[in-house]
């Protein structure tokens, strides 16, 4: 396993990933240009998720090497936010901004109004926003989303791609879009990589 600084924004070049011993992921390559948007597809299971944990060094059991540029954000499934801080705090604290910056971010994603509320106060569409918020606001050089729609309505899932692609339109982080909704793909992203078989290769 090895892992080191990359000239594109990632580079992705293994021969297996293992997860509690048992073969998950088999031969992948694929890199990530400056900038570039790709979406990484397959049904539940087959190991996307997998793939962005590598790429983040939560998963170090593979053969091969990741070349990744320093600074990652992820946008997990469900928002991964502190309970005991406000909205504002939470963008402050983790993507390490002062409070004015943390207010603008607010106002950017429509939460303006919601800066003194705590996560268990907001709707999960408004934590999904402060998830994506928080994300932009710590500019990563690569950005990892996995399946970040998950669990929306129709009208929600619409709103929430098209505040993602104003954001990235204005800062354009490279960006690997977990999900198994063709139609975000295909929406989102610029180059789709597909997962199949086990374990999984790209197809």
């Known amino acids: 396993m090895t892992r080191q600084g990359a000239t594109r924004a990632l580079s992705f070049d293994i021969s297996a990933a293992r997860v509690g011993g048992s073969a998950v992921l088999g031969a992948i390559r694929f890199e990530l240009g400056q900038?570039?948007?790709?979406a990484l597809c397959g049904p539940s299971g087959i190991g996307k998720s997998?793939?962005?944990?590598?790429?983040?060094g939560l998963e170090t059991d593979f053969d091969g090497r990741v070349a990744c540029a320093p600074r990652i954000g992820m946008v997990f499934q469900e928002p991964v936010l502190l309970?005991?801080?406000?909205?504002?705090d939470n963008l402050r604290l983790l993507a390490k901004i002062d409070a004015p910056t943390a207010q603008g971010w607010l106002e950017r994603v429509g939460l303006g109004a919601c800066a003194d509320r705590f996560p268990g106060q907001l709707s999960l569409g408004q934590?999904?926003?402060l998830s994506l918020a928080r994300a932009f606001a710590a500019t990563p050089d690569v950005l990892l989303l996995d399946e970040p729609f998950?669990?929306?309505?129709?009208?929600m899932a619409d709103e929430m791609m098209a505040l993602f692609e104003g954001l990235h339109r204005a800062r354009p982080i490279a960006t690997l879009i977990v999900t198994h909704v063709e139609a975000e793909a295909s929406r989102l992203a610029t180059r789709i990589l597909r997962l199949a078989g086990r374990p999984a290769r790209l197809v």
């Open 50 to 56: 997998t793939i962005l944990r590598v790429i983040a």
């Open 83 to 88: 309970p005991w801080r406000v909205a504002r």
């Open 150 to 155: 998950v669990s929306l309505d129709s009208d």
């Open 35 to 38: 900038g570039e948007c790709v």
């Open 127 to 129: 934590q999904r926003r």
